[in-house]
């Protein structure tokens, strides 16, 4: 302990950040890693496997980087196993952290408002729900891409979609 590779001594590891040097070494995933792993979570979970959206979240610990990704993944993945009072703590979370034009902060207000019906909470679940509304309504990317949904798509030259 304390030295380099060389195995002579490090000034940087044998002063008092020694123990938070090597905790870095020991713990530290590339963002590449973590990203690979969210990821991952995200496919388990689209493909309804939840314990193992689970697993690859436990593999990246509680590192601060995608944070608010992590917390909505493992909210769902609680959601979806039932286990709705595990899944209140990291979808709480994951309302704090998105921003209201990312993909995931509508559902995870919707979520949340499931999981507090489910443990009785009611009037937190209407709170929630008016809060997935209000996200709705906000969100400037939801509401352009409503819109991009009732025009054909660019490939179709300009014809009407539909005649009668």
Not at 38 to 48: P, V
Not at 66 to 75: H, K, V
Not at 93 to 112: C, G, K, M, N, V
């Amino acid at each position: 302990m304390g030295q380099n590779h060389t195995g002579r001594l490090d000034p940087v590891r044998t002063g008092s950040i020694a123990p938070l040097w090597e905790t870095l070494e020991m713990t530290t995933l590339s963002l590449k890693a973590i990203r690979r792993h969210i990821a991952a979570a995200q496919g388990y979970l689209e493909l309804d496997m939840p314990t193992h959206a689970l697993a690859e979240l436990e593999l990246i610990g509680q590192t601060e980087c995608y944070r608010a990704a992590r917390s909505f993944l493992e909210g769902e993945a609680q959601r979806v196993l039932g286990h709705y009072e595990l899944a209140v703590k990291p979808l709480r979370r994951a309302t704090e952290l998105l921003p209201i034009d990312h993909i995931f902060a509508q559902q995870a207000w919707i979520s949340l408002s499931e999981c507090f019906r489910e443990t009785g909470q009611t009037e937190l679940a209407q709170v929630a729900e008016l809060a997935a509304q209000a996200v709705d309504e906000l969100n400037p990317r939801q509401a352009a891409q409503a819109a991009a949904e009732d025009t054909p798509p660019a490939w179709i030259p300009n014809q009407p979609r539909f005649r009668d």
